[in-house]
Nanobody
């Protein structure tokens, strides 16, 4: 079992930055592919970014490519999402997820956090 706890959300003006963190506990974090997803009110949950267990492979949704950066620190069992140049359309609840499968380009995850809200004002 893996427990995931997100933090770092908040209110920011358009053009600003936030860094989300996801602390994991339970089974060996360093062997899990980690991902970030988001869900805006009235919309389906969508993929944002993923990172391989060794950190050498990343994958981003087109909507965030060039603005967001996913990273991980296996020693701290934590994955991060650095979000720059934020736009109002980035407003959503952001979820951290973990899976044992290695591929960063597939979206079926085994464990999910509770989410952290990001609101970008115009």
């Amino acid at each position: 079992q893996v427990q995931l706890v997100e933090s770092g959300g908040g209110l920011v003006q358009a053009g600003g930055s936030l860094r989300l963190s996801c602390a994991a506990s339970g089974r060996t974090f360093s062997r899990w592919t980690m991902g970030w997803f988001r869900q805006a009110p009235g919309k389906e949950r969508e993929f944002v970014a993923a990172i391989s267990w060794w950190g050498g492979s990343t994958y981003y949704a087109d909507a965030v490519k060039g603005r967001f950066t996913i990273s991980r620190d296996n020693a701290k069992s934590t994955v991060y999402l650095q979000m720059n140049s934020l736009k109002p359309e980035d407003t959503a609840n952001y979820y951290c997820a973990a899976k044992s499968a290695m591929a960063v380009t597939t979206f079926r995850y085994d464990y999910w956090g509770q989410g952290t809200q990001v609101t970008v004002s115009s």
